[in-house]
């Protein structure tokens, strides 16, 4: 099993980044796909999730209206679009995926928001 993002860098306050998670290794449409991040000395923090078939959408509402996220199972690849990007918004995206029985996780992505 691998989930492994990508994506991340550094942009400045305002900017946009796309974070891209590539699932293999289990039955991606069969799990609900959400992305986390964590900060410097914060827990990690559900930023985004979306359906098996993608019908249903929900993001935190710190990102809400700046951040979307999107599916493709045919591609077996989660997408997170990070549009006016601040810099609370810096931390390690994680990508994940959970049913019934299992949890996984990606090693993270960096984001970076500074001038």
């Known amino acids: 099993v691998q989930l492994v993002e990508s994506g991340g860098g550094l942009v400045q306050p305002g900017g946009s980044l796309r974070l891209s998670c590539a699932a293999s290794?289990?039955?991606?449409?069969?799990?609900?796909m959400s992305w986390y991040r964590q900060a410097p000395a914060r827990g990690r923090e559900l930023v985004a999730t979306i359906t098996r078939i993608g019908g249903i959408t929900n993001v935190a509402d710190s990102v809400k209206g700046r951040f979307t996220i999107s599916r493709d199972n045919a591609k077996n690849m989660v997408i997170l679009q990070m549009n006016s990007l601040k810099p609370e918004d810096t931390a390690v995206y994680y990508c994940?995926?959970?049913?019934?029985?299992?949890?996984?996780w990606g090693q993270g992505t960096q984001v970076t928001v500074s001038s």
């Open positions: 994940h995926a959970q049913n019934s029985f299992s949890v996984y």
């Open positions: 290794g289990f039955t991606f449409s069969s799990y609900v």
